[in-house]
């Protein structure tokens, strides 16, 4: 079947399961369930087949797509009783990178992502996922925290790059992934990085090793 083809059946699925949850009530549930769960199954094979058909620019448009999950989302669904952490100590608190700790299958981790924003407001305040050097600095403090403690280290990585400002290499930006790339490599603790969208030049690899 054609990627256009199977598009245009999956947007039909879709639109049959929501015209049926919206229809069904109380008693009728038990009835309509198998044909709902029948066509979500179907929906969800269509999806993965499509998904296997796409070309390398869709893929890259995926990684972008503004509705992707981000760590702060994965952390709601993921992490018990998280702490949100701020600040490296030197300049300022980045919030293009998010970290903290919390419990993740009854072990305490310490988390930190790259952050992008859910809207134009959000995105300025998060420079649109690219960290600052202060941002580096601060996941340092926290890799460094973790260490101390014994804490495994997990990572999501999402972003197009470092941010490019004049500001930012005023400061450091290149010493910062630099030394966030030779101190990750020496840690004494477990570290996972997660690539879970965009994965840009050396403001991912400062959160990759």
Do not use: W
Not at 17 to 42: A, F, H
Not at 57 to 86: C, N, S, W
Not at 179 to 196: C, F, G, H, R
Request: aromatic residues 6%.
């Amino acid at each position: 079947m054609e990627k256009r083809e199977l598009e245009q059946e999956l947007k039909e699925l879709q639109s049959k399961l929501s015209i049926l949850k919206n229809q069904v009530r109380g008693e009728e549930q038990e009835t309509i369930y198998p044909l709902i769960k029948q066509l979500e199954d179907s929906a969800l094979s269509l999806k993965t087949e499509l998904y296997r058909k796409i070309t390398p620019i869709e893929r890259v448009q995926l990684a972008r797509h503004p509705g992707r999950p981000t760590t702060l989302d994965y952390i709601k669904y993921l992490i018990k009783d998280f702490v949100q952490l701020h600040g490296d100590r030197r300049y300022m608190d980045d919030a293009a990178i998010v970290c903290g700790v919390g419990i993740f299958e009854q072990t305490p981790v310490t988390v930190i992502g790259h952050q992008k924003g859910r809207d134009t407001k959000d995105n300025i305040k998060r420079h649109f996922g690219m960290p600052h050097p202060e941002g580096y600095r601060k996941a340092l403090r926290m890799m460094k925290q973790a260490e101390k403690f014994g804490r495994p280290i997990i990572c999501f990585i999402d972003t197009p790059g470092a941010y490019p400002g004049i500001g930012a290499e005023e400061r450091g930006q290149g010493e910062a992934i630099a030394l966030n790339l030779y101190e990750m490599s020496a840690l004494k603790t477990q570290i996972i990085s997660i690539v879970t969208g965009e994965g840009g030049s050396g403001g991912a690899l400062a959160l990759g090793v």
